[in-house]
């Protein structure tokens, strides 16, 4: 039987939040403040509301079928709603009170983190980080600053799967090496073609997979790197006052994106090095295999939309970082007007050294 679990204030059973950039929860109505290991301590023993009759452990090892099982039903401890709940939220609001309600059992026992890197930078640092990504942007319409708005922003836990592994194998290519030489009023030009074997041998560490399927890959991929160093051993209390989902990604297909990142990375570099010396260098073959570890954790994020001119942009904001990614509307005619200068303005210098070369030749 899974649990819901809320922080409440000992002094004034006001909510309690976790405060970005601390190791502590403070009460929103009289501001007390109790470390972690303190609220967690003052949680032992408080009776829990149940869910009824939902696994949350059974989903382990699958990834989901959402049409296999039913969405579970949990109250709120506050006002006694009756809440429902998608399978892969950790933490949830109540529409009717607001209460944050952390659903315990779908992170406990396997399906707990093996860690949580914590919220470094509370929501209102966003206004000023965005303004900090647009700076230097050439290409976006002149009234974006003014007009643009920013939506709702949601701080959320955003679960990865962390994998270190170790990739072997061998690289065929085909590589060219090109001369010319004179004989008489001719130019003769040899292409000699070589086989080259690179043998592959790399380990990774710490390489992050967004497991998610409510936030965008190429999001989450453009929002690293996260600093792993800085992440702490799992415990609900960070959760409080956060939204937070749980894995819904096949672990599986997880794999195959790391997998696939790593094996692009490797092919790369391989080229790279086997290209030295040669003219062209095309890859004939070969192939690359991973052995794989991987550890399941919460990353912070927040999410928030930026709306301009009846258009919705969506963002991410790195919770540890303040790192600020997402997709920016580009003006047309700028762009238009960009592109021309950086090309006429080449061609015009080009062709006054032409001129310059042929008169003073002349």
Same mark, same amino acid.
Request: include cysteine; charge should be neutral; charged fraction near 25%.
């Given at each position: 039987?899974?649990?819901?679990?809320?922080?409440?204030?000992?002094?004034?059973?006001?909510?309690?939040?976790?405060?970005?950039?601390?190791?502590?929860?403070?009460?929103?109505?009289?501001?007390?403040?109790?470390?972690?290991?303190?609220?967690?301590?003052?949680?032992?023993?408080?009776?829990?509301?149940?869910?009824?009759?939902?696994?949350?452990?059974?989903?382990?090892?699958?990834?989901?079928?959402?049409?296999?099982?039913?969405?579970?039903?949990?109250?709120?401890?506050?006002?006694?709603?009756?809440?429902?709940?998608?399978?892969?939220?950790?933490?949830?609001?109540?529409?009717?009170?607001?209460?944050?309600?952390?659903?315990?059992?779908?992170?406990?026992?396997?399906?707990?983190?093996?860690?949580?890197?914590?919220?470094?930078?509370?929501?209102?640092?966003?206004?000023?980080?965005?303004?900090?990504?647009?700076?230097?942007?050439?290409?976006?319409?002149?009234?974006?600053?003014?007009?643009?708005?920013?939506?709702?922003?949601?701080?959320?836990?955003?679960?990865?799967?962390?994998?270190?592994?170790?990739?072997?194998?061998?690289?065929?290519?085909?590589?060219?090496?090109?001369?010319?030489?004179?004989?008489?009023?001719?130019?003769?030009?040899?292409?000699?073609?070589?086989?080259?074997?690179?043998?592959?041998?790399?380990?990774?560490?710490? &390489? #992050? !997979? /967004?497991?998610?399927?409510?936030?965008?890959?190429? $999001?989450?991929?453009? =929002?690293? *790197?996260?600093? @792993?160093?800085?992440?702490?051993?799992?415990?609900?209390?960070?959760?409080?006052?956060?939204?937070?989902?749980?894995?819904?990604?096949?672990?599986?297909?997880?794999?195959?994106?790391?997998?696939?990142?790593?094996?692009?990375?490797?092919?790369?570099?391989?080229?790279?090095?086997?290209?030295?010396?040669?003219?062209?260098?095309?890859?004939?073959?070969?192939?690359?295999?991973?052995?794989?570890?991987?550890?399941?954790?919460?990353?912070?994020?927040?999410?928030?939309?930026?709306?301009?001119?009846?258009?919705?942009?969506?963002?991410?904001?790195?919770?540890?970082?303040?790192?600020?990614?997402?997709? &920016? #509307? !580009? /003006?047309?005619?700028?762009?238009?007007?960009?592109? $021309?200068?950086?090309? =006429?303005? *080449?061609?015009? @210098?080009?062709?006054?050294?032409?001129?310059?070369?042929?008169?003073?030749?002349?």
């Amino acid at each position: 039987m899974a649990k819901t679990v809320e922080y409440r204030c000992p002094s004034c059973e006001g909510l309690m939040r976790f405060l970005p950039g601390s190791e502590t929860l403070v009460c929103e109505y009289c501001g007390t403040k109790m470390t972690v290991e303190e609220m967690e301590e003052s949680q032992k023993g408080d009776k829990k509301v149940q869910l009824e009759g939902f696994d949350f452990a059974s989903l382990k090892d699958q990834a989901t079928d959402e049409n296999a099982m039913a969405l579970p039903v949990c109250y709120c401890e506050s006002c006694a709603a009756e809440l429902i709940a998608d399978l892969e939220q950790v933490a949830i609001s109540c529409p009717y009170c607001g209460s944050r309600v952390m659903l315990s059992d779908k992170v406990s026992g396997p399906l707990r983190p093996d860690g949580i890197i914590p919220f470094q930078y509370e929501s209102s640092a966003l206004p000023d980080a965005v303004k900090k990504y647009y700076k230097g942007k050439k290409l976006l319409p002149k009234d974006f600053f003014s007009a643009s708005r920013i939506g709702q922003v949601t701080g959320i836990y955003v679960p990865f799967w962390i994998f270190d592994g170790k990739l072997k194998g061998s690289l065929r290519y085909k590589g060219t090496k090109t001369s010319s030489s004179r004989s008489g009023d001719y130019i003769e030009t040899r292409t000699d073609y070589y086989r080259i074997t690179r043998d592959v041998s790399m380990e990774f560490a710490n &390489l #992050p !997979v /967004d497991t998610s399927k409510k936030v965008d890959d190429a $999001l989450m991929d453009s =929002l690293e *790197p996260f600093d @792993l160093t800085k992440a702490v051993p799992f415990d609900m209390a960070y959760l409080a006052g956060f939204a937070a989902d749980r894995f819904d990604t096949p672990k599986s297909t997880t794999t195959r994106r790391a997998q696939n990142r790593m094996t692009t990375s490797a092919a790369s570099l391989a080229q790279a090095q086997a290209g030295a010396g040669y003219g062209n260098v095309t890859r004939e073959g070969g192939s690359l295999k991973t052995d794989l570890k991987a550890k399941y954790m919460l990353f912070p994020v927040y999410l928030f939309d930026v709306k301009y001119n009846d258009e919705t942009y969506s963002f991410a904001f790195n919770g540890q970082t303040g790192k600020v990614v997402g997709k &920016l #509307p !580009v /003006d047309k005619k700028v762009s238009r007007s960009y592109f $021309l200068t950086r090309m =006429l303005i *080449p061609a015009g @210098l080009i062709f006054l050294w032409s001129l310059l070369t042929y008169f003073v030749g002349y």
